[in-house]
């Protein structure tokens, strides 16, 4: 499955209301066998920012692409010094309350998965477990040449020793983890390649352009197929990498419903869509639940 560097959609036809009762979703879970699907919008609350959301980064910031990474040595310069940058803050970023509550519901017995297409990895340091990280991680990097993987936090090391005293000032922190920096500003940089073969080093995550692995796709059909229903969280849908188990939910009769403050590319297959702040939302639920969550305290 390819990843078509889709930015934004435009709706057609009237929006389907929004509601803000959450009452639905609580239903949903109480049930059980509920199947999570994450976005970017999840993590706002630990202040990494969405793409599409209202200030997001899409309005400022292209993403990479897999095509300019692999064929430009001046596009992964560009990419590297600002993700370094990025990663110093992104790296420390900690869990909100809805990553927290997620994991709750996962403890409770009321999840049948968590498929995110995040890669900050706040589900699994909230703990939740067995998550599937649809578009990577960016804690892992992995060789284009020998395969090599390696943990970021030894590429940091490595370009930190290669690029002493690079500290720019960054306009702003987007949701793939690198820093808003101009051409100036990273066009010392240096780039450091694998420390086994010389290849190019690429974080494990997959860009705009880029194949999803197929394994990982048909183990999220799996798990569509397996839940009762599908709870989708801070999507706003755009990319049909996410969609696509939305439109399989669907067609098999699972009831959608959606956490997601503004219209997303999935309402019409949705049973709800409640548009609510998502640590909020999520707390309220587990109350009703009387699902206890970890920590009540947003970092």
């Not at 560097?5 to 929006?15: E, I």
């Not at 803050?89 to 998965?113: D, E, I, M, Q, Y």
């Not at 892992?140 to 020998?146: A, I, N």
Request: glycine letters at 12%.
């Amino acid at each position: 499955m390819r990843m078509r560097p889709t930015l934004s959609w435009t709706p057609t036809g009237d929006p389907r209301p929004a509601s803000t009762d959450p009452g639905p979703v609580a239903d949903a879970l109480r049930a059980g066998g509920v199947l999570v699907l994450s976005g970017a919008g999840l993590s706002t609350e630990s202040g990494i920012p969405d793409y599409r959301g209202e200030g997001g980064s899409l309005r400022r910031h292209t993403p990479m692409t897999y095509q300019e990474f692999t064929s430009s040595a001046r596009g992964r310069r560009r990419y590297w010094a600002r993700s370094h940058l990025g990663w110093r803050t992104f790296g420390r970023a900690l869990p909100n309350a809805g990553h927290r509550a997620v994991a709750a519901f996962g403890r409770h017995g009321l999840l049948s998965g968590v498929i995110t297409q995040n890669v900050d990895g706040l589900h699994q340091a909230a703990g939740s477990d067995g998550v599937v990280e649809l578009h990577g991680g960016l804690d892992r990097v992995v060789c284009l040449s020998c395969g090599a993987s390696l943990p970021r936090r030894e590429l940091a090391r490595r370009l930190e020793e290669a690029n002493a005293g690079f500290a720019p000032v960054a306009a702003g922190l987007n949701p793939d983890g690198d820093a808003d920096l101009t051409d100036e500003q990273v066009r010392d940089f240096r780039v450091v390649p694998c420390s086994g073969c010389g290849g190019i080093l690429k974080p494990d995550v997959v860009f705009f352009g880029e194949a999803v692995p197929p394994q990982r796709v048909e183990r999220c059909r799996a798990l569509v197929a397996e839940a009762t229903s599908l709870l989708v969280l801070g999507s706003s849908l755009t990319v049909m990498s996410g969609l696509r188990f939305v439109r399989q939910a669907a067609r098999e009769g699972k009831p959608v419903l959606i956490v997601n403050r503004d219209t997303t590319r999935g309402d019409q297959h949705a049973v709800t869509r409640v548009a609510l702040p998502l640590g909020a939302a999520l707390t309220t639920l587990a109350d009703r639940l009387d699902v206890p969550v970890d920590g009540r305290t947003a970092p």
